[in-house]
């Protein structure tokens, strides 16, 4: 199974489509090496999120307690710390790192809120290139806002030889926001499209099965259901700042336990597991996010491959586009099927904008005065 780790709620970005920069956590109450000693070992993948992870003074013994744990240790970052980031690839080379890029220059700077970013990240990427990492990529967050230049930052990525790893905006208890949608859907859905089919173009395997990913996104940014039933709360959880363990980071009634006060078994194992997962399996929300598209996408057999529904798809496809053919999107996607919006709050820009924050409680609590999240 995979992991997230939420290893904190401050945050140096300013992003329009997420306010965790505007509820930060306290320090002393962030979950500790002490604690995350607890996890067993044999995850698939972990990955340490946040917030801005690398906010974390003790990031590198996170990531020594971590790396043994995990055949794949990955830190999602906003690239502005790039003396911390460079300390840990230099003693883990092939740790993954994603440095989340939301446009071309200034797109990505008005997005999210940070000052020269889009410089500093190119400046951050290039620096671990050029010490010898070795799985390196951007992510990037569809939205209205910047989904014209999607194959621009494609484009980048591969002339640096890196990765792409692709997002729509969505709700969730951790970003403290529940009017994220899309202007215009349809106008969203067939730019993505576009980068579909240059991924089935790449020489890259794994580019063929991310254009299945982001068919999945289509549909999301559509409003129309998953591709494949949600195994989060089994194939994946998130870990919060307190230790509290949650199915996903979507719904903040899907708790299953706390890391401070249990033990990893009696969490996943759990009568409270259990019964999530049961209202995981009725989950009728609308979510295609990383975390829980590539696990539905794996087999149940062997975690490294993929469904036979997933593999035939990319078959078929990947051969259409090597003999010069256009991928038949009608084939798989009602576009006659739109959720639409009709009260939908533009999103505000924080850029250089003075703003108050609010530190977290340390209490259980929490999330409750945020009510609950949804995404159509």
């Not at 979950?31 to 070992?41: A, C, Q, V």
């Not at 926001?177 to 173009?201: C, H, M, P, T």
């Not at 505000?348 to 409680?361: G, I």
């Amino acid at each position: 199974m995979d992991l997230s780790i939420i290893l904190t709620y401050r945050c140096n970005s300013k992003c329009s489509m997420c306010y965790i920069w505007k509820y930060p956590t306290h320090p002393k109450y962030e979950i500790d090496g002490t604690i995350l000693e607890k996890l067993p070992g044999g995850f698939d993948y972990i990955n340490l999120t946040g917030g801005e992870p690398t906010l974390r003074e003790d990031l590198n013994e996170v990531c020594d307690i971590l790396y043994p744990k995990t055949k794949k240790l990955e830190i999602s970052t906003n690239g502005l710390n790039k003396e911390r980031l460079i300390g840990i690839v230099k003693k883990y080379p092939d740790i993954k790192i994603r440095i989340s890029l939301d446009g071309i220059q200034e797109t990505n700077n008005i997005i999210r809120g940070e000052k020269n970013g889009f410089e500093k990240k190119m400046e951050t990427m290039t620096s671990l290139i050029n010490i010898g990492a070795c799985d390196l990529g951007f992510a990037t967050t569809f939205q209205d806002e910047n989904v014209e230049q999607i194959l621009d930052i494609y484009s980048i990525t591969k002339k640096l030889n890196i990765e792409l790893a692709t997002s729509a905006i969505h709700n969730a208890f951790q970003f403290h926001k529940n009017d994220n949608s899309f202007y215009d859907r349809l106008y969203v859905a067939k730019k993505i499209e576009l980068l579909i089919e240059e991924l089935l173009s790449s020489k890259k395997p794994k580019d063929w099965f991310r254009a299945y990913l982001n068919l999945g996104l289509i549909r999301k940014v559509l409003g129309q259901p998953r591709l494949h039933p949600c195994t989060q709360g089994t194939d994946n959880v998130f870990i919060d700042p307190w230790g509290d363990v949650y199915a996903c980071n979507v719904r903040n009634d899907l708790l299953m336990g706390n890391l401070k006060q249990q033990s990893w078994r009696e969490i996943y194992y759990g009568e409270k597991a259990r019964e999530i997962r049961k209202m995981v399996a009725q989950c009728s929300q609308n979510c295609w996010m990383v975390s829980s598209a590539k696990t539905a996408m794996r087999s149940k057999i062997n975690s490294k491959l993929p469904k036979f529904k997933v593999l035939r798809w990319v078959v078929f496809n990947k051969i259409r586009r090597s003999i010069g053919l256009k991928i038949d999107f009608d084939k798989y996607i009602d576009y006659s099927d739109i959720n639409e919006d009709y009260s939908i709050n533009k999103r505000t820009y924080y850029l250089e904008k003075p703003v108050k924050k609010v530190t977290q409680p340390s209490e259980s609590s929490h999330y409750k005065q945020f009510g609950n999240f949804f995404n159509r």
